[in-house]
């Protein structure tokens, strides 16, 4: 049976920018760091990035997969990461359901999301 997801792992040949992107561009938490991977954690959740001897260069599909990263306030969180550099391909935009949705590429040209669920009231 499975009970939830337990982590995702992007893999890299360019761990170092990758790397800084998401540890001090992003500020995600570091759990473990070491030369070749790098793990980030949130409660029992982990988003981790590694070398991997079978891939190489940018990622040539990036619609494939999209992690989805929360946060309480899109437009703040975009306004910094926009300032920082980040290539946002969509800015904030509201979802057909009443989230908020955007959406920027890594060093490697991996799409990742910013995701604001909708008001509860």
Do not use: K
Not at 57 to 79: K, S, W, Y
């Amino acid at each position: 049976m499975i009970d939830g997801i337990a982590g995702v792992i992007i893999w890299t040949e360019n761990m170092a920018a990758m790397t800084v992107f998401y540890r001090d561009t992003l500020g995600l938490p570091v759990h473990s760091e070491r030369p070749h991977f790098v793990a980030f954690e949130w409660g029992d959740m982990r988003f981790s990035i590694g070398e991997h001897s079978e891939v190489c260069g940018m990622n040539a599909e990036p619609d494939r997969i999209m992690v989805n990263f929360g946060t309480p306030d899109i437009h703040a969180l975009h306004g910094r990461l926009a300032g920082s550099g980040v290539n946002f391909v969509r800015p904030p935009e509201r979802e057909h359901w009443g989230g908020w949705v955007a959406t920027f590429e890594d060093p490697d040209g991996n799409l990742i999301q910013l995701l604001e669920q909708p008001d509860e009231s």
